[in-house]
């Protein structure tokens, strides 16, 4: 018994030490990392250094100058490529192997090709169908559909100003009476103006007209009532230009024309 009361000090000093040495151990050893939180390397540093936004950009659109003449090509896919990229209505096509149709048609004068664009011919409507066109434009846009058939021409040149001066004179106010749709038929009148100036578009849906003939298609339009179909074509609405882009028809013209076409597709 005595000698194990000898040696209880020294083993409870030997404990002693060893729990200071695990703390002194756990105290100055580095901090545990978070778990599922992986330091970043250089690399990805770097990374995200070269990733960070160093700015804002924004687009701004130029407007054009005014008075601006709009480039023939524009012109072409804007108003031309309707009937020319199709060869609608016998138009001659934008491509090469349609050399010879528009050799045909400028018969080496291309002033007076340009004044048959700018005025109307057949099938065409003054200016394509569209009035703000001016003369240069028209011009650059006949020079580069001749271009795209192969035949090269100066791209711009004198043209003789058609625009004929316009007053502006106050309409009398009338009052239109409506017109009922069973009374509408078609006349001869209406029917050659038709098929003069109207049957491009409306005889194959270009530009996405209605088809004369097609009831399902004219429905929705007839029931605007026949006054203001009458409207629409002597003003332009949509794609369809102001008498159909053709100027030098007269009012009654417009007009029969229009009934013949709801004649044929009521």
Same mark, same amino acid.
């Given at each position: 018994?005595?000698?194990?009361?000898?040696?209880?000090?020294?083993?409870?000093?030997?404990?002693?030490?060893?729990?200071?040495?695990?703390?002194?151990?756990?105290?100055?050893?580095?901090?545990?990392?978070?778990?599922?939180?992986?330091?970043?390397?250089?690399?990805?540093?770097?990374?995200?250094?070269?990733?960070?936004?160093?700015?804002?950009?924004?687009?701004?659109?130029?407007?054009?100058?005014?008075?601006?003449?709009?480039?023939?090509?524009?012109?072409?896919?804007?108003?031309?490529?309707?009937?020319?990229?199709?060869?609608?209505?016998?138009?001659?096509?934008?491509?090469?192997?349609?050399?010879? &149709?528009?050799?045909?048609?400028?018969?080496? &004068?291309?002033?007076?090709?340009?004044?048959?664009?700018?005025?109307?011919?057949?099938?065409?409507?003054?200016?394509?169908?569209?009035?703000?066109?001016?003369?240069?434009? =028209?011009?650059?846009?006949?020079? &580069? =559909?001749?271009?795209?058939?192969?035949?090269?021409?100066?791209?711009?040149?004198?043209?003789?100003?058609?625009?004929?001066?316009?007053?502006?004179?106050?309409?009398?106010?009338?009052?239109?009476?409506?017109?009922?749709?069973?009374?509408?038929?078609?006349?001869?009148?209406?029917?050659?103006?038709?098929?003069?100036?109207?049957?491009?578009?409306?005889?194959?849906?270009?530009?996405?007209?209605?088809?004369?003939?097609?009831?399902?298609?004219?429905? #929705?339009?007839?029931?605007?009532?026949?006054?203001?179909?009458?409207?629409?074509?002597?003003?332009?609405?949509?794609?369809? #230009?102001?008498?159909?882009?053709?100027?030098?028809?007269?009012?009654?013209?417009?007009?029969?024309?229009?009934?013949?076409?709801?004649?044929?597709?009521?």
């Amino acid at each position: 018994m005595a000698g194990s009361h000898e040696k209880l000090p020294r083993v409870f000093w030997v404990q002693i030490a060893l729990v200071l040495i695990v703390g002194l151990f756990y105290i100055f050893s580095p901090s545990p990392k978070s778990h599922g939180v992986a330091e970043a390397t250089p690399a990805q540093k770097q990374m995200i250094v070269a990733l960070e936004p160093i700015g804002n950009v924004e687009i701004k659109k130029e407007a054009a100058e005014p008075g601006a003449a709009r480039a023939g090509g524009d012109t072409v896919k804007r108003v031309c490529a309707v009937c020319h990229s199709i060869g609608l209505a016998n138009a001659p096509k934008l491509e090469a192997s349609a050399k010879a &149709d528009w050799e045909t048609r400028m018969a080496g &004068d291309m002033n007076s090709l340009v004044q048959s664009a700018i005025t109307g011919k057949g099938g065409m409507p003054a200016r394509g169908g569209d009035p703000s066109l001016t003369d240069e434009e =028209m011009y650059a846009a006949v020079a &580069d =559909m001749l271009s795209t058939a192969g035949i090269e021409v100066a791209a711009t040149a004198e043209v003789a100003d058609t625009t004929a001066a316009v007053t502006d004179v106050e309409a009398p106010v009338v009052e239109v009476a409506a017109i009922k749709l069973d009374t509408v038929v078609a006349s001869a009148l209406g029917e050659s103006t038709y098929k003069s100036s109207c049957f491009a578009c409306h005889d194959t849906g270009a530009a996405n007209s209605p088809i004369i003939g097609d009831k399902i298609a004219w429905a #929705p339009r007839l029931e605007t009532g026949v006054v203001a179909l009458h409207a629409s074509a002597l003003k332009g609405k949509g794609a369809m #230009p102001a008498k159909g882009g053709n100027p030098t028809l007269s009012d009654e013209e417009v007009i029969e024309a229009v009934n013949y076409i709801i004649a044929n597709s009521k």
